[in-house]
């Protein structure tokens, strides 16, 4: 079953420049990519992003991470991949959320770590499941940014909107 899934490359895997090791890597899955950005992470859409964590411990320094406040590099990459299996294929690829007991060969458990303060700083996000690709994925993205058609979408007509073109 073809399935989009959400790859985040967090604000460690920017700044350890692992993105061409992580990528490659992900390369094995034979999946398509159909959507790449550099995202500007604001407070809102990292808690957004882990709002079902709201309620642990760690959550205000997840949101930190997110955000690249940890790392002094306020983005992150976002990606979605698309193909058979793809959150599957992704997530064994991505290795178990601690990178201590992840896989010493997934990418977690070759370039994770945890920190001092105890945040699992584990380089990437994958999408746990489909309707949280799903949500994750109209979070990140809008669906012009996105060269298939995932999800249903609407035509609406703005007057007055502020953009950038280039000069
Ligand atoms: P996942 O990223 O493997 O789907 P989630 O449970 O969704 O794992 O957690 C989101 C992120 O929060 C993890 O990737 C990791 O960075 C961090 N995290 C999760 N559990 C812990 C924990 O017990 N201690 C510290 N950080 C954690
Ligand atoms: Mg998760």
Redesign the pocket.
């Known amino acids: 079953m073809n399935q989009a899934v959400l790859v985040l490359i967090?604000p460690d895997g920017l700044k350890k420049s692992l993105t061409g090791n992580i990528l490659t890597r992900l390369s094995e899955t034979k999946l398509e990519i159909v959507a790449a950005k550099m995202a500007r992470v604001s407070k809102a859409l990292a808690e957004e992003h882990?709002k079902?964590?709201k309620d642990?411990?760690?959550f205000p320094?997840?949101v930190k991470?997110?955000q690249g406040e940890l790392h002094d590099r306020k983005k992150a990459m976002a990606l979605i991949y698309w193909g058979e299996d793809a959150i599957k294929k992704c997530?064994e690829l991505?290795g178990?959320?601690?990178p201590e007991e992840a896989e010493s060969t997934s990418i977690?458990g070759s370039y994770g770590r945890?920190t001092t303060s105890?945040?699992?700083?584990?380089v990437?996000?994958?999408?746990?499941n489909e309707p949280e690709a799903e949500r994750e994925i109209k979070l990140w993205f809008n669906p012009e940014e996105i060269i298939v058609d995932l999800y249903p979408k609407k035509s609406i007509v703005v007057k007055e909107h502020k953009k950038s073109i280039w000069a």
């Open positions: 967090k882990y079902h964590l642990k411990p760690f320094e997840i991470y997110l997530r991505a178990s959320t601690n977690r945890i105890g945040v699992y700083e584990n990437i996000h994958v999408s746990s």
